[in-house]
């Protein structure tokens, strides 16, 4: 299975401050990475897809960037709705896997 | 507007199963594959299943493999997971979602199942 390593586990960061959040994959899955956002008792939602590849109705301080196995989802200057949980996933090999998360909370 | 609403969760002891539903619209169902998600009480996220768009294809974890099956009924636009010999590891709210490419784009609201004596 391919194991999906996010870091930090937790980034405490004031709002206005741009942020980056790492996802490494243990073996290349190409451009086959996406980032969730589930905040606190709901359910997850689509950020970013294919590495850098927007999604309607999500707001453009959002961003993405990577290839091969290192991947990282970009906040530019974080608002206090973005505290939350940030999980990576690949599609590129079955069984599909996230990441164990990284939690944004307010320093 | 996309709606998908998951049922039939609730608690059941081990070894024994249930059955849960989701009702979606506001979307052409057959169009989509769909998939089972869950999490565990605070913990991340475990896909579970998948289905191709007629239910000709389905895909499992190894975890869940021969005790839950995935199938669909596209003329009443909902999804299913069958899930037997439940075991403690298998509690968790589970999500219905719909898939393109295994990118999962909506998501219900989910249902609790927990698997307890």
């Known amino acids: 299975d391919i194991v999906l390593t996010q870091s930090p586990a937790t980034l405490s960061v004031t709002p206005g401050e741009s942020v980056s959040l790492s996802c490494r994959a243990s073996?290349?899955?190409?451009?086959?990475i996406h980032w969730y956002q589930q905040k606190s008792n709901e359910s997850p939602r689509l950020l970013i897809k294919?590495?850098?590849q927007s999604i309607s109705g999500i707001p453009s301080r959002f961003s993405g960037s990577g290839s091969g196995t290192d991947f990282t989802l970009i906040i530019n200057r974080v608002e206090s709705e973005d505290f939350s949980v940030y999980y990576c996933?690949?599609?590129?090999?079955?069984?599909?896997?996230f990441g164990a998360g990284t939690k944004l909370e307010l320093k | 507007e996309v709606q998908l609403v998951e049922s039939g969760g609730g608690l059941v002891q081990p070894g024994r199963s249930l059955k849960l539903s989701c009702a979606a619209s506001g979307f052409t169902f057959s169009d989509y594959y769909m998939a089972w998600v869950r999490q565990a009480p605070t913990k991340g996220l475990e896909w579970v299943a998948s289905?191709?768009?007629?239910?000709?294809?389905?895909y499992y974890r190894d975890s869940v493999k021969g005790r839950f099956t995935i199938s669909r009924d596209n003329a009443k636009s909902s999804l299913y997971l069958q899930m037997d010999s439940l075991r403690s590891e298998d509690t968790a709210t589970y999500y219905c979602?719909?898939?393109?490419?295994?990118?999962?784009?909506?998501w219900g609201q989910g249902v609790m199942v927990t698997v307890s004596s």
């Open positions: 979602t719909t898939a393109i490419a295994a990118i999962w784009s909506y």
């Open positions: 073996q290349g899955i190409s451009s086959s």
């Open positions: 294919y590495v850098s």
């Open positions: 996933q690949q599609s590129y090999n079955l069984p599909y896997t």
């Open positions: 289905i191709s768009y007629d239910g000709g294809g389905t």
